[in-house]
């Protein structure tokens, strides 16, 4: 406790920020030794070592990549913005006295106890003039995030203020990722992810996913509050962990005060505090410094969620009913991949321009069942190998065993393990064995064992076996053609097509 003083004092620019002033004088010199060496004072007073060391500007790095679209949806008029008639490019600078006023005005309205110190004086000439343009388009973006952030807020009793805590996280770049491994708009690590309900597979990241991540840092903003019942603390325990500030806690003789526990943070948690005042700050007082929104694009509310059914591309909502791909993109980066990954059993959620909705919804089977581009051109390469190619490659299914694979394809087991270089006849679910249709590789199809050529070792079978395939959605003559291990020409000859479409609900004759 008798440190406590000590360290407020170095962090404010000057005493009359507190009704009492203090002398640091008064303290033996021995007693300041144990707390800080010289080196951690002159960090302590370094505003500006504080900014450089923390991930806000790796963040309003990221922010610049974004693609602002053109579609106007905000009416940014700068001449009713630049109220203060400021001239284009002017930079307004003020004394600290009014930064102190205004942060106090913002204060009177909220339950977070806003100051003003040296470090936040730092982040604001970050956000106010070394990054003026990366500010104006978080501006712009707060447009298209902060409503839904609102929302969520009020929904579990939080100051609306806590809207801000993603500018610093992420910038409002919702693809945003650290080198620590956070991910979204409020950067939460796998863990912590998964203990709110976050999930992360191979299609999807649902960290990116805008409304789910901020569910989730509503959550847990809410169980850290409920912990240390002070904002700061939630705040720096958001950023660096609970235990990293259970930990700063007893460093500071269990004084639970964020400016006390201040020196023995991180120093990324260090400059997160003050990051938050500082953008809260200059998000308010934007026009008294001559920022105006870069123009977003879209906004969150001119968008609408479809739920998906059944596992579906960005390119085939593309080229169905014409979503422009910037937007599924933008509006969805929690499929990293571009793919959603849809069952009737587990829909997942897709949000696109309220103008496409409806038309989605009125195709959506014709949607999953449409083949892209993309996929036309894989169909022809493959084509065009099994052509020329005398191989093919098996995927095992469920109940299968070497024998009934080699049944299945008139071969012998002992042929299969050789082809596969298998010691052993085990094999598993989803393995890819090569099957070779004429029975032997291509370097030795006709030759007989003495090495002489021949036309065939075998001749067709008198009688063949036929079955009947039903298309089902999202099959195509390739995908098909694998199944059965023959060619897309030898179903079209079969069936007598001329085209490689086909249709759900179609018969085709196989043989065997």
């Known amino acids: 406790m008798k440190y406590t003083h000590l360290i407020l004092l ?16 008064s303290l033996e010199a021995d007693t300041l ?70 942060i106090q005005t913002l204060a009177y309205e909220t339950t977070i106890p806003l100051t003003f110190n040296t470090h936040v004086k ?27 952030f609102e929302e969520y807020l009020s929904r579990y009793n939080l100051p609306l203020e806590l809207k801000y805590l993603a500018m610093v996280e992420s910038a409002l770049n919702p693809t945003a990722g650290s080198k620590a491994g956070a991910k979204g708009l409020w950067q939460f690590m796998r863990g912590t992810g998964a203990e709110y ?43 660096s962990g609970p235990g990293t500030v259970n930990k700063a806690i007893l460093r500071a003789s269990g004084v639970k005060n964020y400016w006390a526990i201040w020196p023995y943070l991180p120093k990324e948690t260090r400059g997160y505090v ?29 968008t609408d969620t479809v739920m998906v059914h059944d596992r579906v591309g960005f390119d085939q909502i593309n080229e169905c009913i014409g979503v422009p791909m910037s937007d599924l993109v933008f509006f969805n980066p929690q499929y990293t991949k571009k793919v959603v990954p849809g069952t009737k059993e587990y829909p997942y959620a897709l949000r696109m321009p309220t103008k496409y909705t409806l038309r989605f919804v009125q195709l959506e089977d014709s949607i999953y069942s449409y083949v892209s581009k993309a996929e036309k051109a894989r169909e022809v390469i493959e084509e065009k190998v099994e052509e020329v190619s005398d191989s ?56 007989t064992s003495s090495g002489s050529n021949t036309k065939s070792s075998t001749n067709k079978q008198s009688t063949t076996n036929v079955r009947t395939h039903t298309v089902k959605k999202g099959e195509t003559l390739s995908s098909i053609s694998r199944k059965y291990g023959c060619t897309v020409n030898d179903i079209k000859k079969w069936n007598g097509l001329k085209s490689n479409t086909v249709k759900v609900g179609q018969k085709l004759k196989i043989k065997k």
Not at 10 to 25: I, N, R, V, W
Not at 198 to 227: I, N
Request: with cysteine; hydrophobic share 40%.
């Open 197 to 239: 309900g976050l999930r992360v597979s191979s299609l999807v990241d649902e960290r990116y996913d805008p409304m789910k991540e901020t569910e989730a840092a509503c959550q847990y903003l809410q169980s850290l509050y409920a912990r240390y019942e002070d904002w700061f603390l939630v705040l720096a325990a958001y950023n």
């Open 122 to 148: 730092s982040f604001i000439d970050l956000y106010a003039n070394r990054r003026r343009q990366q500010s104006s388009r978080m501006l712009g973006l707060s447009y298209v995030y902060f409503p839904m």
């Open 33 to 102: 030794e144990t707390v800080l060496n010289e080196q951690e004072i002159l960090d302590l007073n370094s505003g500006k070592a504080v900014v450089e060391e923390s991930t806000v500007m790796e963040m309003l790095d990221l922010v610049s990549n974004i693609s602002m679209a053109k579609d106007v949806y905000l009416d940014i008029d700068t001449a009713v913005w630049n109220k203060y008639r400021f001239s284009r490019g002017e930079v307004p600078y003020y004394d600290d006295s009014v930064y102190m006023q205004r």
């Open 392 to 447: 093919f490659v098996h995927v095992v299914k469920k109940g299968e065993s070497l024998g009934s694979i080699a049944r299945k394809y008139h071969v012998t087991v002992s042929k299969i393990k050789s082809w596969n270089r298998l010691k052993r006849e085990t094999i598993h679910v989803g393995q890819r064995l090569t099957i070779y249709r004429s029975g032997a590789p291509m370097a030795q199809v006709g030759k």
């Open 274 to 302: 003050p990051a938050f005042i500082a953008v809260t700050y200059v998000m308010n007082y934007a026009a008294e410094h001559n920022l105006y929104p870069v123009n977003p694009g879209l906004l969150l509310h001119g």
């Open 10 to 25: 170095m962090l404010l620019p000057f005493g009359s920020l507190f009704a009492q002033s203090h002398d640091p004088e």
